[in-house]
């Protein structure tokens, strides 16, 4: 049934380092906007990209020996996932930066508010609201009953909210203050004392047309707020803070009586009285926007504490926000490095799948939401190429493609803290720079089961230095969700799906402000998407034969 391109392992283990286009912060700031901030690197997104067309040809390098190549790539991966983590904070600026790599990369955007139609075969990605992501290669021979392979994740992350409905609090003693909203279990202990940046996006109306387009800020490298522990010589124990009272972030302090006097278009501003005149000011400035043209906001406290390899031999990345971007990095290059082989004198005309990723926005607040994974884009997409593809009996063919598809939940898990090991069942946890590790509960908080193992065994064991890693709770102990579970949903998901995996890569550290990871596992997690991507048709044709 299956015809993947034949390509030899050799040939796939030869893409080193490829030539994947990459959008760095530096190319935003001189070419690709039209309308930006160059101290901030504010982007402006109904401009028009420049895009680079791919050159392919350079993506072929001499054959080196595995273990050099892999250095090389792990090396150079980690780097790249450095950079891209300290340039996006935000679930809009993470969404909206892999958006332009796909673009880069040879992906053509469909919109999510059209009918797909005549869809040739080919690379294409949607997003809903620049808050959530599918990516796909769809073959010329492909149909439903084929199946299709996804590869889940999510791209939201713990977080504080500057209130959405004012941040106004009253000044104490000169102390200016904000009123913030936690984003999942935030704004706890380990939010204090930390660097606080203002990132995030502003709707801006055009004065002229009134069309409503979005800017993305960022204040980074410079903080704007920080949340002060109570210094341990009062002599009162603090294990908890009430984060209403006891966590509002210090953004500026003035010990003279003079006010900020505001100007007639400030005053009939809509968030006058609403946030303070010092933010508002701050806000314009940064979106260099004049208030009067914000219509509204969605920002967010960040750390601006760049991330960072270390350990004494650089074993390691220090990160916010490694549960989930560290999947969903991953994941969409090794789409990319997959899409590459169809460049390389693989006709995609002659593939027979249908490949690809989704990124989901809000798991860390239960995935309810127009975009979160309950929101149902993924069945959406998948239904509307249905019946682009066949024009009768679509509902059966829609179940044809359910029943025949194989979807990974990619999500961090918890690499082994040497401090705490007894509250690891033993032998069941995963180490950094290893393997991704595959997950199990019995009681279905996340959804792996044997049949998905043999599966991951039979991928991983094609990838030479890589392991596949097992976890599984202790009895007394509680599974944190993933989206796989979601996705086994009946209205909004894929219930009644060939797989459903439950798999992700190692970090220890996981929902606190800082986090990290071990800095080969970024290749590793593309090196393994891309081989999942590559050959789950073979895989479970000769597991099923
Ligand atoms: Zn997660």
Redesign the pocket.
């Known amino acids: 049934m299956s015809t993947t391109p034949e390509t030899s392992d050799n040939e796939l283990e030869s893409l080193s380092t490829p030539d994947i286009s990459t959008i760095e912060s530096t190319d935003i700031e001189d070419n690709e906007y039209e309308d930006q901030d160059l101290a901030h690197g504010t982007i402006l997104l109904d401009s028009n990209y420049v895009f680079k067309v791919p050159d392919m040809s350079q993506t072929i390098s001499q054959l080196p020996t595995p273990k050099e190549s892999f250095r090389d790539y792990y090396e150079t991966y980690s780097a790249k996932y450095i950079d891209f983590m300290t340039n996006n904070p935000t679930t809009n600026h993470t969404i909206t930066h892999f958006k332009s790599l796909l673009e880069n990369n040879g992906f053509t955007y469909l919109p999510d508010t059209k009918k797909i139609e005549n869809l040739t075969p080919g690379f294409y990605f949607t997003s809903k609201d620049d808050q959530s992501l599918i990516a796909f290669v769809i073959g010329g021979k492909w149909e439903p009953s084929h199946g299709s392979c996804f590869i889940g994740?999510?791209c939201d992350?713990l977080t504080v909210k500057l209130n959405p409905r004012g941040s106004l609090r009253e000044k104490i003693d000169g102390y200016e203050l904000l009123g913030v909203a936690p984003y999942s279990g935030s704004l706890n202990r380990l939010w204090l004392n930390r660097d606080l940046g203002l990132a995030g996006s502003v709707l801006v109306r055009d004065e002229r047309t009134g069309k409503v387009s979005r800017k993305l800020i960022n204040s980074s490298p410079d903080p704007i707020a920080f949340i002060p522990q109570l210094a341990p010589h009062f002599g009162i124990s603090k294990d908890e803070y009430n984060p209403q009272t006891e966590m509002v972030p210090i953004c500026g302090f003035s010990n003279d009586d003079e006010e900020l006097i505001p100007t007639d278009e400030e005053k009939k501003s809509k968030f006058y009285g609403r946030h303070s005149l010092a933010l508002l000011r701050y806000i314009s400035q940064l979106s260099n926007t004049p208030l009067s043209q914000i219509i509204d906001f969605d920002l967010d406290l960040v750390d601006v504490q760049p991330s960072h390899r270390g350990g004494l031999n650089n074993e390691f990345i220090y990160s916010g926000c490694l549960?989930?971007r560290l999947?969903a990095f991953t994941s969409v290059y090794g789409l990319i490095e997959y899409s590459q082989r169809f460049y390389l004198n693989k006709d995609v005309e002659s593939y027979d799948g249908l490949s690809g990723i989704y990124l989901a926005n809000n798991?860390?607040i239960g995935s309810g939401t127009r975009t979160g994974a309950k929101g149902g884009f993924f069945i959406d997409i998948l239904k509307s190429i249905v019946s682009d593809k066949v024009k009768f009996h679509t509902q059966e063919a829609v179940a044809n493609l359910t029943t025949n598809t194989i979807f990974l939940s990619t999500?961090?898990t918890h690499a082994l803290n040497p401090n705490f090991k007894d509250v690891y069942l033993d032998k069941n946890f995963p180490v950094p720079n290893t393997g991704p590790s595959i997950k199990f509960d019995s009681n279905g908080h996340v959804l792996s089961d044997s049949k998905g193992n043999e599966f991951l065994t039979r991928i991983i064991d094609e990838l030479p230095g890589i392991k596949l890693q097992h976890f599984h709770i202790r009895n007394d102990s509680r599974s944190?969700g993933?989206i796989g579970p979601i996705m086994s949903d009946s209205k909004r998901g894929i219930n009644g799906a060939k797989l459903i995996i439950d798999v992700?890569l190692p970090i220890l550290s996981?929902h606190s402000i800082r986090s990290i990871a071990g800095y080969k596992d970024v290749g590793i997690g593309i090196r393994f998407f891309k081989q999942v991507l590559s050959k789950w048709q073979t895989t479970i044709n000769a597991m099923e034969q």
């Open positions: 994740s999510h992350a549960d989930d999947c798991e860390e999500d961090v944190g993933t992700g996981m």
